[in-house]
């Protein structure tokens, strides 16, 4: 069962994820982590599954609300799926922080930045229903910000994040290293 959006703690699923993501980047540098064959595959796919082609660097504030979400709402199932096909099993709505001896992989990379995606997927939900100028929706962009924001306190202010995260280049750089072995690009 997913959490209520005003339950989602944010900034501790954004704080893990990041930490979870320093760490494979750290290991994928020093060589701790050398990813198998099937996870260099899956994290080919997720690289090409959660890029934004032809877009400048995120964040893209002057989008609307229902575009920016639905573009980042797909990460959470990619995730899932990359998972099923890997065979690790689906990813829990939040993650623990690494221990000092965590060795990273890419089921743990994933279920740990799956949280955001799943954020993502749960304040998309919430826009279905209050898109401009559609029977039953918000009048125009600057109520859609107010109703989301009332459902999910904090909304503006993530998802700028959000966009950078998986739209930006640490996740998707990261992915590409587990994919092709070139760590000289891992932030």
């Not at 994820?17 to 980047?25: I, S």
């Not at 701790?32 to 994290?43: D, F, N, V």
């Not at 599954?49 to 400048?56: D, N, R, S, T």
């Not at 950078?164 to 996740?171: E, N, V």
Request: with cysteine; glycine share 8%.
């Amino acid at each position: 069962m997913r959490d209520e959006p005003a339950a989602i703690d944010y900034n501790a699923r954004r704080e893990i994820a990041g930490q979870w993501l320093t760490t494979a980047g750290r290991q994928l540098r020093a060589r701790i982590w050398r990813p198998a064959p099937l996870e260099a595959r899956i994290a080919w796919d997720l690289s090409t599954a959660v890029a934004v082609a032809h877009m400048p660097p995120p964040p893209w504030p002057h989008e609307p609300l229902d575009l920016r979400l639905a573009r980042l709402a797909h990460c959470a199932p990619t995730i899932r799926l990359g998972m099923q096909a890997g065979g690790w099993g689906p990813p829990a709505d939040e993650a623990a922080p690494p221990g000092p001896d965590a060795l990273v992989d890419l089921p743990a990379l994933l279920a740990a930045v799956y949280p955001l995606a799943a954020a993502a997927e749960q304040w998309s939900d919430l826009s279905g229903s209050i898109r401009p100028g559609r029977a039953g929706g918000v009048p125009d962009e600057t109520d859609a910000y107010a109703a989301v924001s009332s459902d999910a306190p904090g909304i503006l202010n993530h998802l700028a994040h959000l966009e950078t995260f998986f739209g930006g280049a640490s996740f998707a750089m990261t992915l590409d290293a587990v994919a092709t072995g070139d760590v000289d690009t891992v932030p």
